[in-house]
């Protein structure tokens, strides 16, 4: 007994000792026999490190100013509070520097593993690009099924990476970029196959990082769920998208600054183009809910003869509930894009300083998506800025509301409305068409200074004035550069404009929103002696989330309407409803004129609605469901055709 008890406690000790944090060096002039742990001993080469497997709390320190060529892949995963640390030592400003040639793949990767952090390292390659070689910077890519979470990718330095801008497979167009963060699901062209179980990524963070010349993109994050953070990032010259997230609930991008994205995709003759999508922007989101995009600045985006964006935001497919806030725009071809199948998305107090081309796209329904564009600030001075229509739809389903804007134009500058179809390359503009919209339904409250080249638009609550800027037009590189979009105390746009529910509580420059009514623009006026009623305010703000819970309601029915059971009509919603909504459906049978009606709250499942039917599928067809839905204060009915299979709406 004795002896077993010296055995576990040797190995109790063994234990314990190989799951203390160490540190590993590793320098140019190292030695790969030695054991690591000292600048006396440090190890020689990447190869050496991809052999370990570390552990939780691990560091990995890499010489500052030493160049190591090849690809790192690293092994084993941190845990929560103890993550693996990959950064440099040693003097100086310079950093670490890994070099992967011509290699295909990342420089750095972490694949299938958690609990990583990297800092303050260098990935380049400097070779010429080659078809059908997508290179990469940093990358996390997981395939494995499960949870992976926490990882930070910051103050590192990713230039001259030249991949493939188009192409299918796991290395090019949307995956070469610098810093790509995905799963392998998710990963350009084709899919990859693993195991059934989801995969999930949380818990990111890439921030302070400095991007140049790289080809396709600069940070594309796809797949990542909770906590996820792009902040403070710098980029230059790169060949297609800037920021890509897709994925994250209430995810963060803010503070980056983008100049001269998109300036490779789109060209007509651009090569290894298998699988090319040309359509690039710099800053933007898809299947997100409740994101926020603030305190970006995008500068000189790009847009080649087939890229029909170009824009320095986007709220593209399945965002619900999004802002675009706080944000600054200047010579890039549009500040915002809205696509469809997007809902309630939001752009207010953003300052766009000529911008041209299509200044906003719309391309989903004015009623049913809901979006929102206040109190902007739309400045040219050279050119023709587009508020655009993309007719996918009939022109008068078409559309955003546009409150408290100012549309400034001077010198050679002008706006137009304009109803746009057709391929980029052949694009047709209708600056005729009026939709039969009652007055104020798409433009109210705006503020118009300068010329339209067809005419305001109709705003039956316009202010056609000047709005006094303190110095418009004056705006450099910067936030900080914006001052001349201030208003003067002698502006007709202070305290006349109207009010908007949950506006966020304050404009670009940081001043309040409660001091009174309502400015026009992104800068409220503040010290006029008025004060907000703050009490009506919050009741508004009640009211307008009352009716927004509402429409998302509505906005869920169907994904999909069905009858494969004869015996049942089942409707399959996108989400769950949420708890306050009550209300029923109801069927008419057509053969006795007898309704079938369903209590909303009484159904075991908020997101798959079954209703009991006494017919067959032949009767079903052709048929209506009565939706009568509300929460108290806010109703809506609507009825849907009964099908075999009827989707809402098609990517």
């Not at 409660?514 to 009640?542: M, N, P, Q, V």
Request: glycine share 10%; net charge negative; proline share 4%.
């Amino acid at each position: 007994m004795k002896k077993l008890s010296v055995i576990l406690a040797v190995f109790l000790a063994a234990a314990t000792l190989s799951a203390q944090d160490k540190t590993y060096f590793v320098s140019a002039q190292g030695n790969d026999s030695a054991d690591g742990l000292s600048v006396a001993t440090a190890w020689k080469s990447i190869e050496k490190v991809n052999s370990v497997t570390f552990l939780p709390g691990d560091r990995i320190l890499f010489r500052k100013g030493d160049t190591f060529y090849g690809q790192i892949a690293v092994k084993g995963s941190g845990e929560e509070g103890r993550p693996i640390t990959m950064s440099s030592y040693g003097e100086g400003s310079g950093r670490p520097v890994i070099n992967l040639g011509s290699a295909e793949g990342a420089g750095i990767l972490m694949e299938n593993v958690s609990h990583w952090e990297v800092y303050g390292m260098e990935v380049v390659s400097y070779e010429p690009y080659k078809i059908g070689i997508g290179r990469q910077g940093i990358v996390v890519r997981v395939s494995d099924g499960g949870s992976f979470d926490h990882f930070v990718i910051k103050d590192n330095y990713v230039h001259d990476i030249w991949g493939q801008l188009g192409g299918n497979g796991l290395y090019v167009n949307y995956s070469s970029s610098a810093i790509l963060v995905h799963t392998a699901r998710q990963a350009s062209g084709r899919a990859i196959t693993g195991p059934n179980e989801p995969t999930v990524i949380n818990d990111v963070l890439i921030e302070g990082n400095r991007i140049e010349r790289v080809d396709k993109c600069g940070i594309v994050c796809r797949g990542a769920r909770n906590n996820v953070v792009v902040r403070g990032n710098y980029m230059d010259n790169i060949g297609g998208d800037g920021i890509f997230v897709n994925g994250p609930y209430r995810g963060l991008i803010e503070y980056n600054e983008i100049h001269r994205s998109c300036m490779r995709a789109g060209f007509p003759d651009l090569p290894g183009d298998d699988g090319w999508w040309p359509h690039v922007a710099a800053c933007w989101i898809q299947n997100t809910e409740e994101t926020i995009m603030q305190f970006n600045e995008v500068y000189d985006t790009a847009r080649n003869l087939y890229n029909g964006d170009g824009f320095a935001y986007d709220f593209d497919f399945n965002c619900k509930r999004c802002i675009c806030q706080y944000n600054y725009s200047k010579n890039n071809h549009g500040l915002m894009l809205l696509m469809y199948n997007i809902f309630e998305n939001v752009t207010r107090y953003n300052i766009s300083e000529n911008d041209h081309t299509h200044l906003i796209q719309m391309q989903g329904p004015l009623e049913g998506d809901n979006s929102l564009v206040y109190n902007n600030v739309f400045y040219v001075d050279y050119g023709l800025a587009d508020i655009d229509f993309f007719l996918t739809r009939e022109p008068e389903l078409l559309g955003a509301k546009f409150y408290n804007n100012i549309f400034y134009a001077t010198g050679q500058g002008r706006f137009r409305t304009v109803y746009s179809s057709g391929d980029t390359q052949v694009r047709n503009y209708d600056e005729e068409l009026k939709p039969d919209l009652a007055p104020g339904t798409l433009f109210l409250h705006n503020c118009y200074f300068g010329p339209w080249k067809n005419g305001l638009p109709d705003d039956p609550e316009a202010l056609v004035a000047d709005p006094k800027f303190v110095a418009p037009g004056t705006g450099g590189t910067g936030l900080a550069t914006l001052g001349g979009y201030k208003l003067r105390e002698d502006s007709p746009c202070i305290n006349t404009g109207m009010y908007v529910p949950d506006n966020g509580g304050r404009d670009f420059f940081g001043q309040s929103l409660e001091d009174g009514h309502t400015d026009y623009g992104a800068f409220e006026f503040l010290g006029s002696g008025a004060f907000a009623d703050k009490a009506e305010l919050a009741r508004r703000d009640e009211a307008s989330r009352q009716a927004s819970s509402v429409a998302w309601a509505k906005w869920m029915f169907p994904q999909s309407v069905s009858f494969t059971d004869p015996s049942q009509i089942v409707i399959s919603l996108r989400e769950p409803l949420t708890d306050d909504i009550k209300g029923t459906l109801t069927w008419v049978n057509p053969k006795n004129g007898k309704a079938v009606k369903a209590d909303i709250s009484k159904l075991k499942d908020r997101q798959r609605l079954v209703i009991p039917v006494k017919s067959d599928a032949q009767t079903l067809s052709g048929t209506v469901l009565t939706i009568d839905l509300g929460n108290g204060a806010y109703t809506e009915h609507w009825d849907i055709p009964v099908q075999q299979a009827q989707q809402r709406r098609q990517r």
